[in-house]
């Protein structure tokens, strides 16, 4: 199968897969309304605008074209070798690596659901972990087993997104890397009260509970896309649960620190962020007409 990524990596470009991309992802824009609007109310409630008004729909189409760019990237990226990456993706902070790797606890990857996935992925292979990560069911069914089918192949183990706790610890006890996002909506997760863009909702606080009861170092990081098929990709220094803290408070404030970092991405690359579930609470602020 590896093969077979690599010859269509070969004969269909990366720019050429993005061209076919675009009208399908606006033909899903057209059609999926409960994900359209899902992330015309979230870029509402960033822009603090009407989810009706022509900006935040014009995020959302966007971003819908950037996930199609992702799911192209499925199929490309896989092809590539070591000398692709490095012509393709310029790293900040690949040093952190290292640092987080140096104190032998494992390392808790956290990303969130924005830019090129598959690159992002790649990046932390190069490095030699063995990745284990939890992936929520996707819809249609189809692509669930395909991106599942695609991770293993990249040596990446997927696990169930409920009742996975302990294989995670053991992983990091192994000095290997889980991977986690953090960006699952108010409904999903143990979540906490947290602070995002100013405005008060719930994120998932798994990471920063993982990060105090094994004494691994948490890091944030992700590729974005540039033009002419390029990326950028950043990891965060290391960030690492406070165990003197209140076990609540200590899961809030981790938390929070995560979410800052991701939050300036956010602001740079709006589009490439896939916010197509709520992620505020559904109040008359993001559902004003």
Known sequence: MLHLHRALASIIPLELAYLVSQPIADLFFLTWASKREAACRNYARLLGISPQDPRARRLARSSFHHFGRYIAELLSVQGWDLEDLRSRVTIYGDEHFQEAASYGRGVIF???????????????????????????????????E???????????????????GLRLLRALKRNELVALV????????????VTFFGHKTWFPTAPARLARLSGAPLLFGLAVRKPHGRFVAYVSPPIFAQPQLDPEEDAHQTTQRLL??????????????????????????????
């Open 110 to 144: 956290t990303s969130a659901h924005m830019g090129s996935i598959e690159v992002a992925s790649a990046l932390l292979l190069i490095h030699g972990y063995r990745i284990t990560s939890v992936m929520e069911q996707l819809r249609p069914w189809w692509l669930h």
């Open 146 to 164: 395909w991106v599942v089918a695609c991770r293993a192949r990249m040596g990446v183990t997927l696990l169930p997104a409920e009742g996975t």
């Open 182 to 193: 953090i960006d699952l909506g108010v409904k999903n997760g143990d979540g906490q009260p």
């Open 260 to 289: 800052r970092e991701f939050e300036r991405f956010v602001a740079r690359y709006p589009d490439q962020w896939y916010p197509f579930r709520d992620m505020f609470p559904l109040d008359p602020a993001t559902t004003k007409a």
